[in-house]
């Protein structure tokens, strides 16, 4: 209740009059709430729409900012296909091969690893086996081979599990043959 409303309402057992006065006062104080609740409601849902837009505009320039150091990649690569077939194939595999450090480069400017996961324990989250193979020489559960490297972010997210051969010392040893063909 405002102090305009107290003073309106007056101590109990007043007239008629000063109730009147009292539930004018009050209605009033009632609006004046409504009022301010409706504008901070307006000025809440403009702060929600702004923040959403201003959202958008940074991952829109984030983008753009990718994009434009990517474009080096993809020129050196448009290049490479424009070089003359009477060049050596070490030239080209040289070139691609420089083209693919650089987009490496790239990669970890923006947080994106990969790792040699050769040796290393399967882990589910992080490898996606392929196949299984026996080797006595490692343990069991390590990865042998690695098909297609995974991505992941420096915090641990992965972006795609590495493609890889597991050990299984389970499996049966591969007959072995001896110098007479059998």
Same mark, same amino acid.
């Given at each position: 209740?405002?102090?305009?409303?107290?003073?309106?309402?007056?101590?109990?057992?007043?007239?008629?009059?000063?109730?009147?006065?009292?539930?004018?006062?009050?209605?009033?104080?009632?609006?004046?709430? &409504?009022?301010?609740?409706?504008?901070?409601?307006?000025?809440?849902?403009?702060?929600?729409?702004?923040?959403?837009?201003?959202?958008?505009?940074?991952?829109?320039?984030?983008?753009?900012?990718?994009?434009?150091?990517?474009?080096?990649?993809?020129?050196?690569?448009?290049?490479?296909?424009?070089?003359?077939?009477?060049?050596?194939?070490?030239?080209?595999?040289?070139?691609?091969?420089?083209?693919? &450090?650089?987009?490496?480069?790239?990669?970890?400017?923006?947080? @994106?690893?990969?790792?040699?996961?050769?040796? &290393?324990?399967?882990?589910?989250?992080?490898?996606?086996?392929?196949?299984?193979?026996?080797?006595?020489?490692?343990?069991?559960?390590? @990865?042998?081979?690695?098909?297609?490297?995974?991505?992941?972010?420096?915090?641990?997210? @992965?972006?795609?599990?590495?493609?890889?051969?597991?050990?299984?010392?389970?499996?049966?040893?591969?007959?072995?043959?001896?110098?007479?063909?059998?």
């Amino acid at each position: 209740m405002s102090e305009k409303s107290e003073e309106a309402c007056g101590p109990p057992g007043d007239s008629t009059r000063a109730l009147m006065a009292c539930v004018k006062s009050l209605k009033e104080d009632l609006a004046s709430a &409504q009022d301010k609740f409706l504008r901070l409601a307006a000025d809440f849902d403009n702060f929600k729409k702004r923040s959403a837009q201003e959202g958008d505009r940074r991952a829109t320039a984030q983008k753009s900012g990718f994009m434009r150091e990517l474009l080096p990649v993809i020129d050196n690569l448009e290049r490479a296909l424009t070089v003359d077939p009477s060049a050596s194939p070490d030239q080209l595999r040289t070139g691609v091969h420089m083209t693919l &450090q650089q987009l490496h480069q790239l990669l970890r400017h923006h947080g @994106v690893e990969t790792e040699d996961t050769v040796g &290393q324990t399967f882990d589910p989250y992080r490898h996606e086996a392929l196949r299984v193979r026996r080797d006595a020489s490692m343990p069991d559960d390590a @990865v042998l081979e690695v098909y297609q490297p995974g991505y992941y972010y420096r915090g641990g997210e @992965v972006l795609r599990p590495a493609t890889v051969v597991v050990n299984d010392l389970s499996q049966p040893e591969p007959a072995r043959r001896d110098g007479n063909g059998g």
